[in-house]
């Protein structure tokens, strides 16, 4: 069915920036929910942004303001905008999809994660 891989991450220093990609492939990418997780080993996997027909973005609070989650409709591709990053933002980002966002865990499509460290 469907298709995610991640790409983008990699080592910053504190207050700098880095952009994920998600290409996609399988379903339909305007109107399933799309979202981007972390997860640091040894915690709970956490929520960062969602977005949602038509035109419908969520973010966690701790990202709130320094990451953006847009689409390539064209191109069936998800980004994140990572601005001012933190060393707390240090984690495996991985980006998921499904027909509707509640449906994630249960129902949803996986990628494999890519890695991002941010230094002090």
């Known amino acids: 069915q469907g298709q995610l891989a991640e790409s983008g991450g990699g080592s910053v220093e504190a207050g700098g920036s880095l952009r994920l990609s998600c290409a996609t492939s399988?379903?339909?990418?305007?109107?399933?929910?799309l979202a981007w997780f972390r997860q640091v080993p040894g915690k709970a996997r956490e929520d960062v942004a969602t977005?949602?027909?038509?035109?419908?973005?969520t973010y966690a609070d701790s990202v709130q303001g320094r990451f953006t989650i847009s689409r390539d409709s064209a191109r069936a591709i998800l980004y994140l905008q990572m601005d001012n990053l933190k060393p707390e933002d240090t984690a495996i980002y991985f980006c998921?999809?499904?027909?509707?966002?509640?449906?994630?865990?249960?129902?949803?499509?996986w990628g494999q994660g890519t890695q991002v460290t941010v230094s002090s």
């Open positions: 998921a999809a499904a027909i509707r966002c509640d449906w994630l865990h249960s129902h949803g499509f």
């Open positions: 399988g379903f339909n990418f305007h109107t399933y929910c």
């Open positions: 977005s949602d027909y038509p035109d419908i973005t």
